[in-house]
């Protein structure tokens, strides 16, 4: 069974573009239910905070989703930490955004799962670092959010 880590965009672009309230996507939110239930679809506790700071329907949905949210654990706390000091620029900062990031990525290490995130890779190796590009800096698997449409099992 593949883990499915799950970044803060995902969410708001899923909740967006698949309204839980729509009956037309009854099917999609069953698989993630089941997902859920099963441990292959999760997120780290940080997403949650992120999600706090959107203003999107998204929020409070993975807050009810019991067994999403893993919590923080030291392994998963180190890490991350070691993710920054390989990645120092995957988080700014200056910046309210992205802190989940290692948090998502040391997750799918430690899971032997998958990165699930819209993020693009860095254009120029000068330029921020991005989920995509810290998860191939760690040999975890990233998916944007089409990928992952293709190959999560709907069913």
């Not at 780290?44 to 989703?65: C, G, I, R, Y």
């Not at 070691?82 to 910046?95: F, G, H, N, Q, Y």
Request: negative net charge; charged residues 25%; proline residues 6%.
């Amino acid at each position: 069974m593949t883990t499915y880590v799950i970044d803060t965009n995902i969410f708001i672009r899923l909740y967006s573009w698949n309204p839980r309230e729509i009956k037309l996507y009854d099917h999609i939110w069953s698989a993630i239910d089941g997902a859920i239930k099963s441990g292959s679809m999760i997120t780290d506790s940080t997403v949650q905070m992120e999600l706090d700071k959107h203003n999107s329907p998204a929020k409070e949905w993975v807050k009810t989703q019991m067994g999403l949210v893993i919590p923080m654990s030291n392994e998963i706390f180190v890490c991350a930490q070691e993710i920054m000091a390989r990645c120092p620029s995957l988080v700014d900062p200056e910046s309210e955004r992205n802190h989940a990031d290692p948090f998502i990525i040391a997750a799918a290490l430690i899971k032997d799962g998958v990165a699930v995130s819209d993020e693009k890779p860095r254009k120029q190796q000068s330029d921020r670092c991005k989920v995509p590009d810290a998860c191939d800096e760690f040999g975890v698997k990233c998916l944007n959010f089409t990928a992952f449409a293709n190959e999560f099992p709907w069913h």
